[in-house]
């Protein structure tokens, strides 16, 4: 079901203050795409993002308005072959799929839920990104 852990992104208040934070004191690339999403250069990371609390509603539930719904603190995502056969499998566990699989603006097909502890969770299907390319297998020697 998943393929690897894929990302991490900091759903924030204040894209400034979070951009200012990692690029000026810790000092670390900082790529703004717009006034609500940047990436983050994070050596062994694969994506880690900056995502302000609107955007983060208006990608999973099509409305700035719910903002609200958007805890703060850190999203996770995982690759998956499959988002809508995955969906399907974590709804029919019971948990709750607040964003139903979609093709992204950018072409990601995603699908979003929360984790029992409350965590905003996502689901993609980002070939074009994976860049593990081999099985990771714990202890192994290079």
Known sequence: ?????ASIAE????????VYFYR???G?????????YANVTVAGMLHF???S????????YGSAEAAVRVPLGYTVGFEVDNAAATEERLS??????????KTEPWGQVTSRFTSPSGALCEVAETPWARR???PIVAGAEE
């Open 1 to 5: 079901m998943v393929r690897h852990f």
């Open 24 to 26: 000026d004191v810790l």
């Open 49 to 51: 993002g900056i995502w």
């Open 92 to 101: 029919s566990a019971g948990i709750e799929v607040v964003q139903p699989t």
């Open 53 to 60: 609390r609107e955007e983060a509603a208006k990608a999973t």
């Open 132 to 134: 593990i390319t081999q």
């Open 11 to 18: 759903v924030v208040e204040d894209m400034g203050a979070a």
């Open 28 to 36: 670390l690339e900082v790529e703004v795409h717009n006034e609500g």
